[in-house]
Structure formats: C-alpha cells, structure tokens
C-alpha cells in the first residue's frame, strides 16, 4: 500500500525566511496531492492541490511542487510570519474525492 | 466559500454511553462526506466515506457497530460513537465534498470517554 512520508515531525524557521516542507510517497504516483494547515485543536484547511501532470502551483506567499520522478512534493512558505506556525499535512488522492491518504504532518514554528 | 459545521467542539461522557457528533454543510450540498480520527501528535485516519442515501463505507478495522453513520441528507451527516470506552478517547473530524468546493473540513471534536 502507498505510504506518505514528511520529512521532519517539527521545523523551526526565523521570521523572513522561506519555509521548506517535504512530502515523500512510495510505489505509484498520486493523481493529486493536496496541501493543509492544522492548528492544534482545529480541523485542517486546505491550502493547494497540485495534479500529477503539473509541476509547480502558487498562491500568494505560498508554492507547491511535484516531482513524479523524485515521488516528492516540496510545499515552501516564502517571508515566513510567526502567523505561519501551524502543522501542515500534505495528502494524496488517487481520484478526487478517493483514496484519500493524510501524511503525519510536520509542525512549523516561525521565530521572531 | 464553502463552511462544514461540526458540533459539538468538545464532549466528555461517561464508559458505556453513546455519544453523537453532527457534521453540516452550511452553504453547499456534500454528497460525500468523510469521517476522520486523529490521535494526539498522529495524523488524520480516515474511518468512513459516506455518501447521501447510501450506507457508509467503513476503513479496514474500523467497526461499523461501533461507529454509526447516518447521511440523511445532502447537508447534514452523524457519526455516532456507541457504547464508548476510554479508548474511544479522540479527535474526531468530519470533512464534505460537493458543489465544486473540493475538500473543506470541519473543525473538531475532542471526544474524552471517563
């Protein structure tokens, strides 16, 4: 079965720096990968989808990639703000709508 | 934009009892929804998609007796924990798909079984 992988359970960032988060997959490529913020407590909310057949979606401060190749999807938070600090979770589906799959998330912590 | 509402945020009931948490769709109709539990400092696993009108479609291991889901309508669908242990003790969140929205997540509850 596919497994999604983030590369680091916590990431501590000085304000104003961009923010790198990694998201890993194994066996076959997804059909989307989706992006999430969850604050502790709350419920996640959606940040960006990318398909497998585009390499790179932005919005605002925020930009995705996805490398069928590497089975990677980099999401970076440029001028990062103390705001950012959140756990972010990536997910793949495999159609929309199916086969949803969370990874563990990896905690951001922007310092002042 | 699209808004699911989950309620109750929070509930804390007693061994043995059954406890109900709803999940509405406020401003879009969701013929899908999902139903997630995330323990502390672990990701969201998804229990059960269901679907308007149609029975639930439960994740390998998860009981169906236990865990009751009810899509009555197109706004509105209830996971209801019964006969709750301490074990049940877990974030729960609800998540609805549908009217060209894409995925938009309730906000939790924090289920503690004493």
């Known amino acids: 079965s596919q497994k999604i992988e983030q590369n680091s359970e916590a990431l501590n960032i000085q304000e104003g720096k961009t923010a790198t988060l990694t998201c890993n997959y194994t066996n076959y490529s997804p059909a989307y990968l989706q992006w999430y913020r969850q604050d502790p407590g709350r419920g996640p909310v959606f940040l960006l989808l990318?398909?497998?057949?585009?390499k790179e979606k932005r919005k605002e401060r925020l930009k995705v990639t996805f490398d069928t190749t590497l089975k990677q999807s980099l999401f970076h938070i440029t001028a990062s703000q103390p705001a950012d600090s959140a756990t972010y979770l990536c997910a793949r589906s495999i159609n929309y709508g199916q086969n949803f799959v969370f990874g563990p998330g990896t905690r951001l912590s922007v310092l002042p | 934009g699209a808004v699911v509402s989950q309620h109750p945020s929070w509930v804390i009931c007693k061994s043995g009892t059954s406890v109900k948490i709803e999940c509405r769709s406020l401003d879009f109709q969701a013929t899908t929804m999902f139903w997630y539990r995330q323990f502390p400092k672990q990701s969201l696993m998804l229990m059960a998609t269901?679907?308007?009108?149609?029975?639930?479609?439960?994740e390998q291991g998860v009981e169906k007796d236990k865990f009751l889901i009810n899509h009555a309508s197109l706004t509105l669908s209830t996971l209801t924990v019964t006969s709750a242990h301490p074990e049940d003790s877990s974030f729960y969140i609800c998540s609805a798909t549908g009217g060209g929205y894409g995925y938009t997540f309730g906000s939790g509850t924090r289920l503690t079984v004493v």
């Open positions: 990318i398909r497998e057949n585009e």
């Open positions: 269901s679907n308007e009108g149609s029975k639930a479609t439960y």
